[in-house]
């Protein structure tokens, strides 16, 4: 399993990204994908969560209206579109995979991609 995350980097608050995740060595369509971040001194927390199919999206209460999820499953490939981004979003963005063999759920993260919203 391999994931690979990009698109990061400075931005002025109330500015934009769009972060990609880029997945290989597993069969992407059929599991869900999800993005969390870690700011320095905090604890990894959930941001967006996005169904294998993409019909289903769960965001944090901090980044609903602003942050946007979507996956292309033909590119095996999860976005997540950030705007109207504030200070409090700075954080090393990651993406995770949940993969169930048998019963045995292991979680698979990128190396993560830094987001900094800074003047």
């Known amino acids: 399993v391999q994931l690979v995350e990009s698109g990061g980097g400075l931005v002025q608050p109330g500015g934009s990204l769009r972060l990609s995740c880029a997945a290989s060595?597993?069969?992407?369509?059929?599991?869900?994908m999800s993005w969390y971040r870690q700011a320095p001194g905090k604890e990894r927390e959930l941001v967006a969560a996005?169904?294998?199919?993409?019909?289903?999206?769960n965001y944090a209460d901090s980044v609903k209206g602003r942050f946007t999820v979507s996956r292309d499953n033909a590119k095996n490939t999860v976005y997540l579109q950030m705007n109207s981004l504030k200070p409090e979003d700075t954080a090393m963005y990651y993406c995770?995979?949940?993969?169930?063999?048998?019963?045995?759920?292991?979680?698979?993260w990128g190396q993560g991609t830094q987001v900094t919203v800074s003047s």
């Open positions: 060595g597993f069969t992407f369509r059929s599991y869900p």
């Open positions: 996005i169904s294998s199919a993409g019909g289903r999206r």
């Open positions: 995770n995979a949940r993969i169930v063999v048998v019963t045995t759920p292991s979680d698979y």
